[in-house]
């Protein structure tokens, strides 16, 4: 079965020689391989990017008299064939590991649902960790040779752009997609638009599917802007977490029952069904409506899909869970449970919980009854899981509950800065990434230098302060920008200054301002002679979060006094494109969630693995990773009687850790004003988070303790 569905458009007219970059912008494999991004950037730097390195967009606006220059430039044309020749071996690889160890899974799809993918900052369907995780998810897929497909929403408002006043409250700017711009093309059929039905009690919504390449990978995503639509209806796929609850449910039906319909109307017949999260359950319900159909009870459609069912759950607090009021599933659901051979009351056992405030139909109860594999997305968060799912199995003990862990990972070849991984090739070899999930391989690590490890963090950080600058220069040149949003966003950040990183969504949990919690203490830190500390904060808030948005305003009224002498940042607009910057180039990355609320967490995996030193929570990952060599944790690996006695001692731990271990190591200094006993730790971080925390280990142990298992 061919992977792709659409055909590639001619539209670029490009000289012969370069035709295939066409071809490249449309696969997203270049984001996570350098050489074909400089391929694009180096056509004109300053266009790529002012054009936040959109390749379609790129080969549209540059001049023919530049690309024909570039022809050529024999040094150009020499990396162009070695990209090509390695994008083609990549597409073809027989011997990849997954038809190399599991030729069971040959042939047998399986189709992950998400309602959200983070694959790279010029398709903004993302609006943090989940959907990072999910692009993630992909790429290491295609890596592997996985036969997935993969299956969300195309957002046509995209996430929202953030802008933060100048008395800190953060606003939003919806900008609609161009989709002629995006990565993303229509599935046809006959020269027609495909389109799959979602029916609702009161009428039929259409919807069409466009396809993203990545790598080897397939992402189909659903899109409800369809003429004969109402309009109404033509936004239901909009946005992102609408937040009103009749377009949740709606957008909800549309990912689990049309997604199922769509992989069936593009020919799939997967073997595993995995839903990142509990957006997607709906499909159990058209899985088993499916054979319903077909002349089984209810009972049989149900005994015969759960075991295919596999469901990842990412929140450790009940409310985190999706859950509808009983009347508004009657309101939208009303026409399935006949269809399922239920009656009404029948349908609402199927995830009736129990809430204060009455009876909900709950998205997690329907994933986790009706799907044979669960996972929690770390070794905590597993019982966190296990303890707050146990009354869904009364009969066992709460550490039988049946729901494993994997803990999640990132992609290496997407995080890791160029340099370090120049480097790292020069140490370990071309292949490295092949193997970069064995730990034998970074016992070589103790061998590089220490000046060129120094070198590369040197050169990231600088990169940051660079990037943060031309930024700032920009807003400032194209007006509306007030000098105090000026100094608030990084124009006198010291690139030789200890820089601590606070990037994240602005959830309260999350505790951005733990780190204010004594603002005498921390001027004090900021501003030692000789040993100066800086702290870059970014992240948005949910627009209808008003207690995330005081949070931000509360930082940014600190940021901007003149005593903190422009040492703390806030920088607007985080996404894929600033969280690389940051995770690169700061030395420190922090993060203070209440324990045990951050299920795993991803951002400090990448900041561990450049080389960036973690100071955090014990907690998600971290509590994983954490050696006493590798970084720093903040607080005990335990629960607190309640969270203001936490946030006292976390605090505390806080300050007394960078006062009296983190700074000082940070500044001391040999003769050639190398820090080497930083660096020691610099070393073991790249070492033990790399490896362990991928998407590499993390996807093997998916397929082995969830997927095969699938398959029966
Ligand atoms: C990795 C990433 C996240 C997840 O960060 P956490 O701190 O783990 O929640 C969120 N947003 C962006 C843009 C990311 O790249």
Redesign the pocket.
């Known amino acids: 079965m061919n992977t792709f569905r659409t055909q590639l458009p001619d539209s670029f007219n490009l000289p012969k020689k370069l035709a295939r970059l066409g071809e490249l912008a449309y696969n997203l494999w270049w984001t996570w391989n350098p050489n074909a991004t400089r391929l694009f950037a180096r056509l004109d730097f300053a266009l790529w990017e002012r054009l936040n390195h959109n390749p379609i967009r790129m080969l549209r606006e540059i001049k023919r008299a530049r690309l024909d220059e570039v022809e050529k430039d024999a040094d150009y044309m020499y990396s162009y064939k070695r990209v090509f020749s390695d994008f083609d071996a990549y597409l073809a690889q027989p011997d990849a590991w997954s038809p190399r160890t599991h030729p069971e899974l040959i042939n047998r799809p399986i189709a992950y649902f998400s309602m959200e993918f983070?694959l790279h900052e010029t398709l903004p369907i993302?609006?943090?960790?989940?959907?990072?995780?999910s692009g993630d998810h992909l790429k290491e897929a295609s890596d592997l040779g996985l036969p997935l497909a993969a299956m969300g929403f195309m957002y046509a408002q995209g996430y929202f752009t953030q802008r933060i006043t100048e008395d800190g409250w953060q606003e939003t700017l919806n900008n609609p997609l161009v989709f002629d711009d995006l990565p993303a093309l229509p599935v046809c059929e006959n020269g027609e638009r495909l389109t799959i039905e979602v029916e609702f009690p009161d009428r039929v919504v259409s919807v069409q599917i466009w396809e993203v390449r990545v790598g080897r990978v397939p992402l189909y995503l659903l899109d409800s802007n369809v003429e004969g639509n109402s309009e109404n209806d033509r936004l239901l796929t909009a946005r992102l977490y609408w937040s009103d609850l009749d377009r949740r449910i709606m957008q909800e039906v549309v990912l689990g029952i049309g997604g199922v319909r769509a992989l069936r109307a593009l020919g799939y017949n997967p073997s595993v069904w995995h839903m990142n999260e509990g957006h997607a359950a709906f499909l159990i319900l058209e899985r088993a409506r499916e054979l319903v159909a077909s002349g089984y009870t209810f009972e049989q459609a149900i005994e015969q899909t759960r075991g295919q069912n596999i469901f990842t759950t990412h929140t450790p607090v009940p409310a985190g869970n999706d859950e509808f009021p009983l009347w508004l599933m009657d309101k939208y659901l009303a026409a399935i449970w006949p269809q399922l051979g239920l009656n009404q009351e029948q349908f609402y056992n199927l995830a009736r919980h129990q809430q204060p405030h009455g009876e909900t139909f709950s998205m997690g109860v329907l994933a986790l009854r009706f799907s044979e594999g669960r996972n929690a997305v770390s070794e905590l968060h597993g019982q966190v899981s296990r303890k707050m799912w146990h009354s869904l199995w009364q009969d066992k003990k709460e550490e039988d509950v049946p729901i494993t862990y994997v803990t999640?990972g990132?992609h290496t070849a997407n995080?890791m800065a160029r340099r370090l991984r120049n480097l790292l090739t020069d140490e370990f070899g071309a292949d490295w990434l092949d193997h970069l999930d064995e730990p034998e391989l970074w016992a070589k690590l103790d061998d590089i230098q220490i000046e060129k490890l120094w070198a590369v963090r040197l050169h990231l950080k600088r990169k940051l302060v660079f990037y943060l600058r031309e930024r700032v220069r920009d807003r400032w040149t194209h007006g509306g920008f007030h000098p105090v949003q000026v100094v608030s966003s990084g124009v006198m950040v010291n690139p030789y200054a200890l820089t601590i990183g606070f990037?994240?969504?602005f959830a309260t949990y999350?505790r951005a301002s733990l780190i204010l919690s004594d603002v005498e203490r921390l001027l004090n830190i900021i501003n030692r002679p000789n040993m100066p500390v800086q702290i870059i904060f970014a992240?948005k808030a949910h627009p209808a979060d008003d207690p995330g948005k005081q949070l931000i305003q509360k930082i940014y009224r600190q940021v901007k006094r003149a005593e903190t002498g422009g040492r703390l940042v806030f920088i607007e607009d985080?996404?894929?494109n600033?969280?690389?910057y940051l995770?690169q180039g700061v030395d420190v990355w922090m993060?203070t969630p209440r324990r045990p609320l951050?299920a795993?967490?991803?951002?400090?995996?990448?900041a561990g693995l450049n080389g960036a030193l973690n100071f955090s929570v014990l907690d998600?990952?971290w509590r994983e990773s954490y050696n006493g060599k590798n970084g720093w944790a903040i607080g005990e690996d335990k629960e607190h009687v309640s969270p203001e006695v936490q946030d006292a001692t976390d605090a505390e731990t806080l300050y007394s850790t960078l006062e009296n271990e983190i700074i000082p190591l940070f500044y001391d200094r040999d003769i050639k004003d190398v820090p080497r006993g930083w660096l020691e730790r610099v070393k073991e971080s790249i070492k033990t988070v790399t490896p362990q925390f991928s998407t590499r280990r993390m996807l093997k142990e998916y397929v082995e303790k969830l997927y095969l298992k699938a398959l029966g």
């Open positions: 983070g993302y609006s943090g960790g989940l959907g990072v995780l999640n990132v995080w990037a994240r969504r999350k992240g985080y996404d894929m600033l969280a690389r995770v993060n951050e795993s967490g991803t951002s400090g995996m990448k998600g990952w």
